[in-house]
Structure formats: C-alpha cells, structure tokens
C-alpha cells in the first residue's frame, strides 16, 4: 500500500470518474449521490440541479466528503474533505469542460447547452482541507 504522488494525484483527479459525494442532511445523516466532478487548481467543482438534496443540504452544512476509486486494479482511491459552497462564477465554461471531459467534445457541448438552456444548473465549489490517496502498489 502507498499513496499517490503529486503526479499521480493530478493524473488521478483530471480522468472522467464518477466521484460520491457526502453531504450531511439536517438530521445529521449522511447522504451520498454520484456525481460528475472537474477538478481544476487545487478545487473540486460539481454541477448540480438547484433544488437538488445534495445543494440544500450545502446550504445548511457546508461540511463534504468526495470519494473517487478506479473500478479495476490497479486500484487507487483520492478521498476529499472539505467545504462546499454554491458559486455563480464560471458557470458555464465549467459545465461545458465538465460535459465534454465526461462525454467527449461534440456530445459534452450539445448536453452543457441543454443544461445550461434549463436554467436550474448550480455550481458546488469545493475548498479541500484534506486529501486521502492510496494506490495498490503490487504488494
């Protein structure tokens, strides 16, 4: 077991992975959803419809969890803590990069389009306190 480099965080972080990310509900429960995410100098950014559990939640607790593994070995793990908070800059190149990293440049702009024409979309900003990482070194 070791963890990963610099290098190899950067490299880990830039890939179209689907991340999980925790936020705590008013009870104090957790609650997971799958997200896409752009990570982009040293923050982590995520769409997310405005009405969504996950944006309300942010907004009573800013407290979250990002957990992204690779689904085969070799495996690796990046796990981020830290404070969310909506943002209304950039709004649409980082939904337009996010769109064309996860689903290629001619789909990723045409599905940013639509989800920018809905008018609903928030940016979650993500400060990082902490960053866990882990890769399966072969022993």
């Not at 995410?37 to 944006?55: C, I, R, T, Y």
């Not at 599905?111 to 902490?130: N, P, S, W, Y």
């Amino acid at each position: 077991m070791a963890r990963l480099t610099h290098k190899e965080q950067e490299s880990f972080l830039a890939q179209p992975q689907i991340a999980h990310l925790v936020t705590i509900r008013p009870a104090g429960r957790p609650h997971v959803a799958p997200v896409w995410f752009l990570w982009d100098e040293d923050k982590a950014w995520v769409m997310a419809d405005g009405g969504a559990v996950k944006v309300k939640n942010i907004l009573q607790n800013p407290a979250v969890a990002v957990s992204i593994a690779t689904p085969e070995r070799p495996l690796s793990y990046v796990v981020l803590e830290g404070q969310a908070k909506l943002s209304s800059k950039a709004l649409a190149p980082i939904v337009e990069r996010m769109c064309v990293l996860y689903d290629g440049p001619e789909r990723g702009v045409k599905f940013a389009k639509e989800l920018l024409g809905e008018e609903r979309m928030v940016l979650l900003e993500i400060t990082i306190d902490k960053m866990i990482t882990w890769k399966d070194d072969g022993n």
